[in-house]
């Protein structure tokens, strides 16, 4: 009798894997991973006794210090890794297991795939979680099933499961689009790009090109949203309908601010007026 595996989107059925980190994102990847089925070794900073993880009934996991298991070397029947957010791409068990060929994915990598419902992803140096909780609370009053998530608070793995027909609003960091490999917003929309993180990233470059692989897998039909006053985000390549966003001018296909109001300009139809500013609640010329 063979035990079917564990199903984790199209030509993923991995049977143990490695979740480093052990933080919000970790925990969520770790509880998703176990309710498929598959084994589970954790790594965190802190020790095992340390964490509180709330996994299925019956969940296959073990949970070993960093130190530790840099010790002992990576497991052999790891098939794949997911990295949280937190943890540097350099890690010698991380290094390990590239050698091997093994798959090291972002936790918002790992729950994309067994998503439902169509994606909007918000990425930038500043204004993230604001933007994305006010695309959420938009769409909610548009009458859709929303789900905010991700680096605002809320793991993407965490929301997996849940009633069909959702939109999943989920805020990206740099550290979470290094490691994607398949992960498409139908929308994705980048902010802003100033000096952060370079901590971990050797220029401002490295740090954007993280932050522009938001829009790696998009295609034709989806949109990609740029803020057209920021040079960094203005040039981005992108292969979706690029619409632009501006406090300064106008723009060709967007949004823009213009005798007092927010307009919107589309190809091949007439300019409409979304909002006047002296109706927006939301203080500052930042939040327009």
């Not at 490695?18 to 790594?43: F, P, T």
């Not at 996994?55 to 530790?68: I, K, N, V």
């Not at 790891?78 to 540097?88: Q, R």
């Not at 204004?127 to 009458?143: I, R, W």
Request: glycine residues 10%.
């Amino acid at each position: 009798m063979t035990t079917r595996a564990p199903d984790f989107g199209p030509g993923r059925s991995w049977r143990r894997v490695l979740v480093y980190g052990l933080g919000v994102s970790g925990a969520a990847a770790a509880r998703l991973l176990a309710s498929r089925g598959a084994a589970v070794v954790g790594i965190d900073a802190r020790r095992p006794e340390e964490l509180a993880l709330d996994l299925p009934a019956g969940a296959r996991f073990e949970a070993w210090s960093e130190d530790e298991l840099a010790g002992r070397g990576l497991p052999g029947d790891v098939e794949a890794v997911v990295l949280s957010p937190g943890v540097p791409p350099e890690r010698p068990l991380l290094a390990e297991a590239r050698r091997r060929g093994l798959p090291v994915v972002a936790e918002i990598e790992l729950a994309f795939p067994l998503l439902d419902g169509p994606v909007v992803a918000i990425t930038g140096s500043n204004g993230k979680s604001t933007t994305t909780a006010l695309a959420g609370a938009l769409l909610a009053a548009a009458g859709r099933q929303v789900e905010v998530c991700g680096n605002i608070g809320t793991a993407l793995s965490a929301v997996v499961d849940g009633p069909p027909g959702r939109t999943f609003v989920v805020e990206t960091s740099s550290f979470q689009l290094e490691a994607i490999e398949r992960f498409r917003p139908r929308a994705a929309a980048y902010l802003n790009l100033a000096p952060d993180h370079l901590d971990r990233y050797a220029s401002l470059d490295e740090y954007a090109a993280a932050k522009e692989r938001l829009f790696a897998n998009q295609q034709a039909d989806d949109v990609a949203v740029l803020n057209a006053d920021d040079p960094r985000t203005a040039g981005v390549a992108a292969r979706a309908r690029r619409r632009s966003f501006s406090r300064r001018g106008e723009v060709a296909d967007g949004c823009f601010v213009a005798g007092g109001a927010v307009v919107e300009r589309a190809p091949g139809e007439p300019d409409r007026e979304l909002l006047r500013l002296a109706d927006l609640p939301l203080a500052g010329a930042h939040n327009v």
